[in-house]
T-cell receptor, first 112, second 112 residues
Framework: GENVEQHPSTLSVQEGDSAVIKCTYSDSASNYFPWYKQELGKRPQLIIDIRSNVGEKKDQRIAVTLNKTAKHFSLHITETQPEDSAVYFCAAEEGGSYIPTFGRGTSLIVHP | EAQVTQNPRYLITVTGKKLTVTCSQNMNHEYMSWYRQDPGLGLRQIYYSMNVEVTDKGDVPEGYKVSRKEKRNFPLILESPSPNQTSLYFC???????????FGQGTRLTVV
């Protein structure tokens, strides 16, 4: 089955810095890669996603890049703000499967 | 308002006492699923349903049951809960697979 590794487990940055979270996956058939943000005590919510036919996608301060050859994808947050503090999860989904595989999460702390 | 609603939010029960966690979505989504979230392990899928009367096991199905008699509802049943089922549970729905998952607000279950 699919295996998703996510690093780092904790990331501490100063407000205004950039943050990068990386995930690797094992199943070359995976074709959908969402990123979810979970604030403390809240439900996970999608912040950005990318499909295997696209190499990069941006939405304001958030971007995701995908390298299919190396089987890794990354979340980039620029100009971080304290409200970006949360746990971020990556996931990989194979087109023929109904079971998404999540990474173990990255706790991002943005210091004012 | 489009949403996924699960109840109860908090539940403390004793070993062996059957319980049901309800989940309902009002978005006419085909795909619904249950996850458990444990510290350091991320989100792991328990069961999923592709449509009414169609369910299948996820990664960690042991000790759980589900049913999908109506499109909007997808209850999670623990016939004989044990302490290792103490966890935070999330229900989620998607229009179809490989698309954004909308999560419920979570149910924190403690089995003593």
């Amino acid at each position: 089955g699919e295996n998703v590794e996510q690093h780092p487990s904790t990331l501490s940055v100063q407000e205004g810095d950039s943050a990068v979270i990386k995930c690797t996956y094992s199943d070359s058939a995976s074709n959908y890669f969402p990123w979810y943000k979970q604030e403390l005590g809240k439900r996970p919510q999608l912040i950005i996603d990318i499909r295997s036919n696209v190499g990069e996608k941006k939405d304001q301060r958030i971007a995701v890049t995908l390298n299919k050859t190396a089987k890794h994808f990354s979340l980039h947050i620029t100009e971080t703000q304290p409200e970006d503090s949360a746990v971020y999860f990556c996931a990989a989904e194979e087109g023929g499967s109904y079971i998404p595989t999540f990474g173990r999460g990255t706790s991002l702390i943005v210091h004012p | 308002e489009a949403q996924v609603t699960q109840n109860p939010r908090y539940l403390i029960t004793v070993t062996g006492k059957k319980l049901t966690v309800t989940c309902s979505q009002n978005m006419n989504h085909e795909y619904m699923s249950w996850y458990r979230q444990d510290p350091g392990l991320g989100l792991r899928q328990i069961y999923y349903s592709m449509n009414v009367e169609v369910t299948d096991k996820g990664d960690v199905p042991e000790g759980y049951k589900v049913s999908r008699k109506e499109k909007r509802n997808f209850p999670l049943i623990l016939e004989s809960p044990s302490p290792n089922q103490t966890s935070l549970y999330f229900c989620a729905s998607s229009l179809i697979k490989n698309t954004e998952a909308f999560f419920g607000q979570g149910t924190r279950l403690t089995v003593v």
